[in-house]
């Protein structure tokens, strides 16, 4: 496994081989998935630092013996926080501390506690060097100012002639195209979330509160060391035409559609589908009416998916294909987004498609006065000659639906 992260970050340093680069391990005790990719490690606190021409370490009078003056030549440092004792006996304490990894077990060369940070890297960055920062958290104007931005204005007024580079976008555009082990694991992620919804098609019922159907799916998820991806969405009837709806509190009528779009976290990566269902076991006119140009959107989208696409183009065609049907204005979102470590993952919408490229495809028609609403949401990884629609095997065509139902 650690073959996977030295392959990464040996890239990046190939990316950027002038200057040192810098990757914090989270901000404001969050973990910053950047760091995570690149080490395999999830820690609010920390740093990578990466020197493809190495950097001197371990000089000085904290390091006495034969390497005072000379140190060690490395390129590759974790800085990470100590062990805290007193965490560790009420179960507070990160496993991923300095003291409890070695080097060779990372694939680094050197793990030092994240208050060395500042004697290794000073030297490092006088005489005009470059400074290669990856973002813990999104840059944004609003708001006060952020560990990433207080931590490069110290830069700036310690090394006047230093070169800062933003180096995030090279690392998340290494992130947006995923590597057969991601895709893998996505696999699992999606095959749990496939039989968490089957369950729910088993139990549902009129009269059931939509949290009891939620609780079906965390116990799901829970059984398999996984976590919810995302607040779940559990929406019977005009709840459905919330968005973001996930109090997920309402009893379910007689009648009613039931929308549940739910994802597991699992080994890092996430899952996202999205299927609307029937509570009674059949689609009324109406209903299918819908459902039906939903379902022809999704199809119609999804077949777009392949190298050379990009998402603006996927997201007009299902848009075109609502909008001929006479629903063009109870279609209010966008269709796609990239997954993987993230559920709304890195990566440039308008960049054109790449073998690799994991998204997903999710048209919807909302319509409150009616008390509809309807979404379906796949995800979609481009291959060399296409596309594959990795959550394929959980049914999605109104037929398939109703007869899963009638087996209840």
């Not at 005072?68 to 390129?75: E, M, P």
Request: hydrophobic share 40%; glycine share 10%.
């Amino acid at each position: 496994m650690n073959d996977i992260y030295g392959r990464r970050r040996a890239r990046l340093m190939e990316l950027l081989p002038q200057g040192i680069l810098l990757v914090q391990a989270g901000a404001n005790g969050r973990p910053n998935r950047n760091f995570t990719y690149l080490t395999g490690l999830s820690t609010g606190s920390g740093a990578l630092l990466l020197a493809p021409d190495g950097v001197r370490a371990c000089t000085g009078r904290n390091y006495p013996g034969p390497d005072y003056l000379r140190g060690k030549i490395v390129r590759q440092v974790l800085f990470l926080p100590p062990a805290n004792p007193l965490l560790s006996r009420w179960g507070e304490d990160s496993a991923v501390t300095a003291g409890a990894l070695r080097p060779e077990e990372t694939g680094v060369d050197l793990i030092l506690q994240i208050g060395a940070m500042d004697e290794l890297l000073s030297p490092a960055l006088d005489h005009g060097a470059t400074l290669n920062y990856v973002r813990a958290a999104a840059a944004g104007l609003s708001g006060g100012a952020d560990e990433d931005s207080l931590f490069l204005d110290r830069v700036r007024q310690r090394f006047f002639d230093v070169r800062l580079v933003n180096a995030t976008p090279v690392l998340e555009e290494m992130r947006r195209l995923k590597e057969p082990d991601e895709i893998d694991k996505t696999r699992k992620a999606i095959a749990v979330t496939d039989v968490a919804l089957r369950r729910v098609y088993a139990m549902a019922r009129a009269g059931m509160f939509e949290y009891e159907l939620e609780a079906v799916i965390t116990g799901h998820y829970r059984s398999h060391g996984g976590t919810h991806a995302f607040e779940p969405i559990v929406a019977a009837g005009r709840n459905a035409c919330s968005l973001h709806y996930t109090d997920n509190r309402g009893r379910i009528a007689a009648g009613d559609l039931v929308l549940v779009d739910t994802g597991v976290s699992l080994d890092g990566y996430n899952s996202d589908i999205t299927r609307t269902f029937p509570v009674d076991g059949r689609f009324s006119k109406r209903q299918r009416e819908i459902y039906d140009v939903v379902l022809e959107a999704l199809e119609a989208a999804t077949a777009m998916a392949a190298p050379g696409a990009d998402l603006g183009a996927i997201h007009a065609c299902a848009w075109d294909v609502i909008h001929k049907a006479g629903f063009g204005r109870y279609f209010i979102h966008g269709t796609s987004h990239f997954i993987g470590m993230d559920t709304h993952d890195v990566g440039d919408r308008f960049t054109p498609l790449e073998p690799g490229a994991l998204f997903t495809v999710e048209p919807g028609i909302y319509i409150p006065e009616e008390s509809i609403g309807v979404r379906l949401e796949d995800e979609v990884l481009v291959t060399t000659g296409g596309h594959e629609v990795l959550s394929a095997a959980l049914p999605r065509k109104a037929q398939e639906i109703e007869e899963i139902l009638a087996g209840r």
